[in-house]
Antibody, heavy 121, light 107 residues
Framework: QVQLQESGPGLVKASETLSLTCSVSGDSVSSGSSYWGWIRQPPGKGLEWIGSIYYSGSAYYDPSLTSRVTISVATSKTQFFLNLRSVTAADTAVYYC?????????????WGQGILVTVSS | DIQMTQSPSSVSASVGDRVTITCRASQDISNWLAWYHQKPGKAPKLLIS???SLQSGVPSTFSGSASGTDFTLTISSLQPEDFGTYYCQQSKSFPITFGQGTRLEIQ
């Protein structure tokens, strides 16, 4: 059974960089049958896709964030990362990491529990 | 970007009712459509992928269908645990996009 777990600071100062880690068990980020992604949800609002990375290292980002975001994979292939630069209060959200798998029709079939990140001024 | 428009934005129904939620894509996405259910404070749960493929463990009261760029999630007999918010999501092309959500309240 695949499990994902987000970790990182829950409070980030405005203009600084938000850095989160997603730890994966039960699968490998080097699997060619999955994309690994980040999705966020501002308080009281809907789901916002941030981006995904494939085992090849190819990364895809939402156009509204592409100038500030980087998703990367650890050499261990059991973790992947989110870096979001120059944050503002609008980046305050619950951040989820998730797997999108071919075995599930390319839906996000496994999610972390989510981590609330608050941007303070 | 492909825009996903859900309707209604909220719905209230009673246990045993049939509920239908619609999602319209701004362009052809074939059947690259997934449905999720999210309860407050929890991560979303994948219900249906490829427009109509029910995920393992999801009750058969849930079903999905497609007609052109219109997609439908149907709950044939509403259960108390079905409350929460439902989202559609397209994976035809990047950027992946979600609908704005439909909040389902049990009367």
């Amino acid at each position: 059974q695949v499990q994902l777990q987000e970790s990182g600071p829950g409070l980030v100062k405005a203009s600084e960089t938000l850095s989160l880690t997603c730890s994966v068990s039960g699968d490998s980020v080097s699997s060619g049958s999955s994309y690994w992604g980040w999705i966020r949800q501002p308080p009281g609002k809907g789901l916002e896709w941030i981006g995904s990375i494939y085992y090849s290292g190819s990364a895809y980002y939402d156009p509204s964030l592409t100038s500030r975001v980087t998703i990367s994979v650890a050499t261990s292939k059991t973790q992947f990362f989110l870096n979001l630069r120059s944050v503002t209060a609008a980046d305050t959200a619950v951040y989820y990491c998730a797997r999108r798998a071919s075995s599930s029709g390319w839906g996000y079939d496994s999610w972390g529990q989510g981590i609330l990140v608050t941007v303070s001024s | 970007d492909i825009q996903m428009t859900q309707s209604p934005s909220s719905v209230s129904a009673s246990v045993g009712d049939r509920v239908t939620i619609t999602c319209r894509a701004s362009q052809d996405i074939s059947n690259w459509l997934a449905w999720y259910h999210q309860k407050p404070g929890k991560a979303p749960k994948l219900l249906i992928s490829a427009a109509s493929s029910l995920q393992s463990g999801v009750p058969s009261t849930f079903s999905g269908s497609a007609s052109g760029t219109d997609f439908t999630l149907t709950i044939s007999s509403l259960q108390p645990e079905d409350f929460g918010t439902y989202y559609c999501q397209q994976s035809k092309s990047f950027p992946i996009t979600f609908g704005q959500g439909t909040r389902l309240e049990i009367q």
